[in-house]
């Protein structure tokens, strides 16, 4: 199979396959033309780099676990070597366990030391500032606009389906019973891994690059949103439920993030979308809802970092309607 069909079947992205590659951890064929030729072998064997990778071990960590499976068997941890591979890695998680509480424990000291030293006492927990979450890379400066082709044209005034996802605070939420106030759904196509998740020629398909700036920009605004009378913010994609939680927890969002993978809201509302590198993904798209019912329809949006600023003013200016 070709790279794309590989990729969507292991569950991973066409410049991950490259990488495990130049690894040496997957070795596909070539064609008489020659293109990668990849079996159901290196689709299995790419599928279990991905899943160790969920556990923190690295893909060149994982050589021993491929290795169980080329030598015939069903379960990668089915070897003696495996086995070791994985107390390797727990006795490193335990190291670095105990690093980190050290660190902790002298900053909680010198917290406490420099607050004695005149900082008037408090009983309430210290908030975390916004300049120290986690910040998504800058966006490069000559990304490529994204003009509107109508694709969103039909969706103010349409109601939602009654469709369930599976959310990142692992509850499932039904859309059209949401809230019955005011809230927001936003959509992209989905969000890279900053080693090596971002297709090639991500950069130049307009709109499609900023995802992560974007979450960002709704995480930073969401206490104004609410001043704004907004009762919840919700992402929707059709990333991996397991990917996105593993976004929220690397940028500290406090909202729930839906997974769609198969599209059926796209399906259901004849929403906006794009091919790239052999996967279907959201246009992004933004809809503010009053209940179920579609209010107002940002489309195209960009740019996706300061997006949603753009949302925060539109719900002051529109705050009695």
């Given at each position: 199979?070709?790279?794309?069909?590989?990729?969507?079947?292991?569950?991973?992205?066409?410049?991950?396959?490259?990488?495990?590659?130049?690894?040496?951890?997957?070795?596909?064929?070539?064609?008489?033309?020659?293109?990668?030729?990849?079996?159901?072998?290196?689709?299995?064997?790419?599928?279990?780099?991905r899943r160790l990778g969920t556990l923190g071990l690295t893909p060149k960590e994982t050589r021993p676990f491929l290795a169980c499976l080329r030598a015939g068997h069903e379960e990668a941890d089915h070897c003696a070597e495996s086995v070791v591979a994985y107390q390797q890695k727990i006795e490193a998680l335990d190291l670095l366990v105990v690093r980190l509480t050290r660190s902790r424990d002298k900053l909680i000291r010198r917290r406490d030391a420099a607050a004695?030293?005149?900082?008037?006492?408090?009983?309430?927990?210290?908030?975390?500032?916004?300049?120290?979450?986690?910040?998504?890379?800058?966006?490069?400066?000559?990304?490529?606009?994204?003009?509107?082709d109508?694709?969103?044209?039909?969706?103010?005034?349409?109601?939602?389906?009654?469709?369930?996802?599976?959310?990142?605070?692992g509850s499932d939420i039904t859309l059209d019973t949401v809230s019955d106030g005011r809230w927001v759904l936003f959509l992209y196509p989905l969000t890279g891994d900053p080693a090596a998740d971002i297709p090639e020629g991500w950069n130049d398909i307009p709109g499609a690059r900023g995802c992560s700036q974007e979450a960002c920009g709704f995480r930073d605004n969401l206490?104004?949103?609410?001043?704004?009378?907004?009762?919840?913010?919700?992402?929707?994609?059709?990333?991996?439920?397991e990917y996105q939680r593993a976004l929220v927890d690397r940028l500290h969002l406090p909202y729930p993030m839906l997974s769609d993978p198969q599209l059926t809201?796209?399906?259901?509302?004849?929403?906006?979308?794009?091919?790239?590198?052999?996967?279907?993904?959201?246009?992004?798209?933004?809809?503010?809802?009053?209940?179920?019912?579609?209010?107002?329809?940002f489309y195209p949006v960009f740019p996706p970092d300061t997006h949603a600023d753009e949302v925060t003013r539109w719900f002051r200016e529109h705050h009695d309607a």
């Amino acid at each position: 199979m070709r790279a794309g069909e590989a990729a969507t079947a292991a569950g991973v992205t066409i410049k991950a396959l490259r990488y495990y590659e130049d690894c040496g951890l997957i070795s596909p064929g070539r064609t008489a033309n020659g293109y990668r030729d990849y079996t159901a072998k290196d689709v299995r064997l790419a599928e279990e780099i991905r899943r160790l990778g969920t556990l923190g071990l690295t893909p060149k960590e994982t050589r021993p676990f491929l290795a169980c499976l080329r030598a015939g068997h069903e379960e990668a941890d089915h070897c003696a070597e495996s086995v070791v591979a994985y107390q390797q890695k727990i006795e490193a998680l335990d190291l670095l366990v105990v690093r980190l509480t050290r660190s902790r424990d002298k900053l909680i000291r010198r917290r406490d030391a420099a607050a004695r030293r005149g900082f008037p006492a408090t009983t309430e927990p210290l908030k975390e500032p916004d300049e120290m979450l986690p910040q998504a890379d800058p966006l490069p400066a000559d990304l490529p606009a994204p003009v509107d082709d109508g694709a969103a044209a039909h969706l103010t005034g349409r109601t939602l389906p009654a469709l369930a996802f599976a959310a990142t605070d692992g509850s499932d939420i039904t859309l059209d019973t949401v809230s019955d106030g005011r809230w927001v759904l936003f959509l992209y196509p989905l969000t890279g891994d900053p080693a090596a998740d971002i297709p090639e020629g991500w950069n130049d398909i307009p709109g499609a690059r900023g995802c992560s700036q974007e979450a960002c920009g709704f995480r930073d605004n969401l206490d104004a949103l609410r001043a704004e009378g907004v009762d919840r913010v919700l992402a929707l994609s059709s990333d991996r439920a397991e990917y996105q939680r593993a976004l929220v927890d690397r940028l500290h969002l406090p909202y729930p993030m839906l997974s769609d993978p198969q599209l059926t809201l796209a399906d259901e509302l004849k929403l906006p979308t794009f091919e790239a590198n052999g996967q279907t993904l959201y246009r992004r798209l933004t809809l503010v809802l009053r209940g179920a019912t579609i209010e107002h329809v940002f489309y195209p949006v960009f740019p996706p970092d300061t997006h949603a600023d753009e949302v925060t003013r539109w719900f002051r200016e529109h705050h009695d309607a």
